[in-house]
């Protein structure tokens, strides 16, 4: 490592000022600066962690400093179902996977971990060397825009995940990017609009993440995020960047802006930002500046130039030559995590799987069905080498009934009354209807919060309307994240499908017609109308700052919190299979500072049919030390299991699993009477329970002055007794007199001293007792 370092270090010693400062900066969109005299080659990263988006004229050619910004706003505002060659035209064909809206809802590392295997082998087709992603912001809004791209409203989802793709993608020798860092969970005046987040909550939901996915992958990159953090541009934030990614987590890699987020550049090199991206002159004008001036740190500079050199070389060394790719495999991997992570919501006297088809009539409603949103809209964007067409994949597998396809806007917009009067009639003559429902189209993104979360216009009276026939009646549901069913109560079964990417045809036909049992579960809490939503009565902020005013309480922590029944929980799926949890065996009696717990216990196929199951595994405290939530996901695990096959479930939980973040001392904490480790179906569907009592850690000793309430000074362990001794000594008191004296004061709220001074005036400076509160202060607990 030293030698590597040493290397290192005397290349950067043969840089002139003018090269460090091109070197931290990019090369047009897509690239770094390359220096050929000292053998420094520039490497290519582009976006898409669900999708390599690789633009042949801004990568190939680069883009002139007048058009650099015109074509990366033309990226960032690209709008998935805009179609036409413009959309695509300039991008080489990839595979468009599941997204993470619905990635997430698999549950599954080891097929993450597939998904960052297959990027690579993309992304080495292409010469790229960084992949920009995976993004894995907490899902705190369904409204936010870029909701689509991440995981969960759950640390331990989205980590887990997020950590099995890196290790994918960086097995096969292309660079990851972490992102973005932190709190980007709204598009409304995203560089501007400071995210203002207490402590506990960083720590303990919106950092958890980051810090699981750093230590359990080691990404190469971390992009730094848009938004300020309260009230400090995150690309440009020392506490954020330097005291926690770098000294608290250990991160040694490359920390990168997102695109234009940078304000203030050397402000960034001095908080930890290497590489600002992508390539602007005034930005490299004011970093000049500032060291021509004295302004600039120059080890600042140096350390980034270091940072930068290294993934660089680590980079260009794990080049090896193009190689064609099996996009027809990739494909099929992209219609099996499509089907592995659809969630059956809802199937009431098992209307699905569709079965015994001979001669029922199936009638298919909605445009989605023949033009499907398989994608969000931005810079992810991916163009789809092929997309499978929902109607043709069910036609194809409905051997012996007749479909019947009838269309139904799905941008709201035509003669809905009528549309929905048609669609009634033919329904009329269905034994099934399969309805097609999705979001309006082109109302979220990057750049665009939703400001709602109903279905398209028409769609919610169709769906009613239908669901009074005699005909069964099954949504498809296609969204950027959750929205509203009124009609839930009425139809037979719903199927979440979020964005399914471009197998999302076929694996939806082959839940509905049990070729694949759905095993999905929802990462996010679905909430039953829009204002249950968490932090609602804050969103989306005023002047500047968006206050997270729900804390601690995301997700479905707040539905617990509140008592408050959701549309569906966090965790919720349903299978046509049944499984049975039995026989919990825990390896402790207590849960102790430092010590693992190791649960144990047999997951059942109950059922007719192979099926996976997700089990899920919440820790509950007891009389905390502080407020936290009922419950918290802390590990969970995927299974596959044939009819009647049993196995043995063994899961882990660590020391920190237990802990708080207290703010008072800075530190993790164990701190509560007891814990309730639960193993559960759902957040909301607990199967077993173990009580274990906890031996807390001690409690800090309080620091106290004059100005503490006489509570708070008696609460000080040795503080009774040092006062009465000096009061015996000072005031020439027996003990009697002296412990009269203290207790006297005990009822007051008043500070110490003033309390005290109403007993005995000011016979006592208050300094003299400030020295003894000090020294008490500075005595070991």
């Known amino acids: 490592m030293s030698n590597h370092h040493d290397e290192v270090q005397a290349v950067i010693a043969l840089m002139t000022d003018e090269e460090k400062i091109d070197f931290v900066s990019g090369h047009g969109l897509w690239r770094t600066a390359a220096i050929p005299r000292l053998g420094i080659p520039s490497i290519v990263m582009t976006d898409g962690t669900y999708g390599v988006r690789y633009s042949m004229t801004q990568i190939d050619s680069g883009s002139d400093p007048e058009a650099a910004l015109a074509a990366f706003q033309a990226v960032v505002n690209r709008r998935a179902d805009d179609g036409g060659p413009g959309m695509f035209g300039d991008t080489h ?61 759950d640390p331990v989802v989205s980590g887990d995940l997020a950590a099995g793709l890196i290790r994918g993608l960086q097995g096969a020798g292309v660079g990851a990017s972490l992102k973005h860092f932190a709190c980007n969970n709204s598009e409304i005046d995203r560089t501007n609009m400071s995210s203002d987040v207490d402590e506990r909550a960083l720590r ?222 033919a329904a009329r003559g269905a034994d099934a209807v399969v309805l097609f429902a999705n979001h309006r189209t082109g109302a979220e993104g990057e750049g665009t919060d939703r400001s709602d979360i109903r279905l398209a216009d028409g769609q919610d009276a169709l769906i009613e309307a239908v669901a009074s026939t005699n005909a069964r009646s099954i949504v498809a549901l296609t969204m950027p994240d959750a929205v509203t069913m009124p009609w839930i109560e009425k139809v037979d079964a719903v199927l979440a499908c979020f964005y399914p990417g471009q197998g999302g045809g076929a694996a939806l036909a082959q839940v509905l017609f049990g070729r694949v049992n759905p095993s999905g579960k929802l990462s996010t809490t679905l909430p039953l109308r829009i204002q249950d939503i968490p932090g609602f009565h804050t969103y989306p902020g005023e002047n500047g700052h968006h206050t997270y005013s729900e804390s601690i309480f995301a997700g479905y922590r707040y539905y617990d919190l509140r008592a408050m029944e959701p549309l569906f929980p966090f965790g919720h799926g349903l299978s046509y299979t ?50 936290r939530p009922v419950r918290e996901l802390k590990a969970f695990s995927k299974h596959a299991l044939a009819p ?130 000090d020294a008490l202060d500075e005595e070991e607990p």
């Open 93 to 153: 064909p990839a595979t468009c996977f599941p997204n993470g809206n619905l990635l997430g809802c698999s549950w599954d590392v080891a097929l993450a971990e597939k998904l960052g295997q297959a990027l690579a082998a993309e992304c080495r087709a292409l010469g790229v060397d960084l992949l920009l992603g995976p993004g894995i912001n907490i899902r705190r809004t369904p409204l936010a825009g870029r909701a689509y791209e991440y995981y969960s409203e």
């Open 644 to 773: 009647g096959e049993a196995a043995t479930v063994d899961i882990e939980l660590l020391p920190r699993d237990f802990q708080y973040f207290d703010t008072a001392t800075g530190r993790w904490t164990l701190r509560a009477k007891a814990f309730a480790v639960e193993v559960a179906a759902s957040s909301r569907d607990i199967r077993l329970s173990r009580i274990l009592p906890c031996e807390s850690e001690p409690i800090p000793v309080p620091r106290i002055a004059t100005t503490s309430s006489p509570a708070a000074v008696f609460s000080h362990p040795k503080a009774e007794a040092a006062l009465k001794s000096f009061f015996v000594k000072r005031l020439n008191l027996d003990g009697d007199e002296a412990q009269g004296l203290l207790d006297g004061t005990r009822k007051s709220f008043l500070g110490f001293y003033d309390t005290l001074s109403w007993s005995i005036g000011e016979s006592i400076p208050e300094p003299e007792l400030a020295a003894l509160f």
């Open 578 to 627: 049944d499984f049975a949890y039995t026989d919990l065996y825990v390896d402790t009696d207590t849960v102790a500072p430092g010590v693992s717990v190791k649960l144990q216990f047999s997951l059942c196929n109950m059922g007719k049919v192979f099926g996976q199951e997700v089990v899920q595994v919440y820790v509950r405290p007891i009389e905390p030390g502080l407020k």
């Open 204 to 425: 303990e939901i919106y950092l958890a993440g980051f810090e699981r996915v750093i230590a359990k992958s080691d990404p190469w990159t971390v992009m730094s995020a848009y938004n300020p953090l309260n009230g400090v541009q995150s690309a440009e934030n020392h506490w954020l960047l330097t005291e926690v990614l770098r000294g608290e987590w250990g991160y040694s890699g490359v920390v990168i802006s997102d695109w234009h987020a940078i304000k203030d550049r050397p402000a960034a090199v001095h908080a930890g930002t290497d590489l600002d991206m992508p390539e602007s002159g005034p930005r490299k004008a004011r970093l000049s500046a500032a060291l021509e001036a004295g302004e600039l740190d120059r080890e600042a500079l140096d350390r980034s130039c270091r940072n930068v050199l290294s993934l660089v070389r680590r980079l260009s060394g794990l080049r090896v030559p193009a190689a064609p790719v099996d996009l027809v495999r990739h494909h099929a991997l992209a219609r099996r995590m499509a089907a592995e992570s659809i969630v059956l919501l809802k199937n009431d006297d098992a209307a699905l799987p569709l079965k015994s088809l001979a001669g029922k009539r199936i009638l298919v409603v909605g445009d989605g069905a023949i033009r499907p949103t398989i994608q969000g809209s931005g810079s992810a964007t991916t163009n789809p080498f092929r997309v499978d067409v929902p109607l043709d994949e069910i036609r194809a597998l409905a051997a012996g009934a007749i479909i019947d396809f009838m269309p139904f806007a799905k941008d709201g917009v035509g003669d809905l009354e009528k549309q929905t009067a048609d669609v009634v009639v």
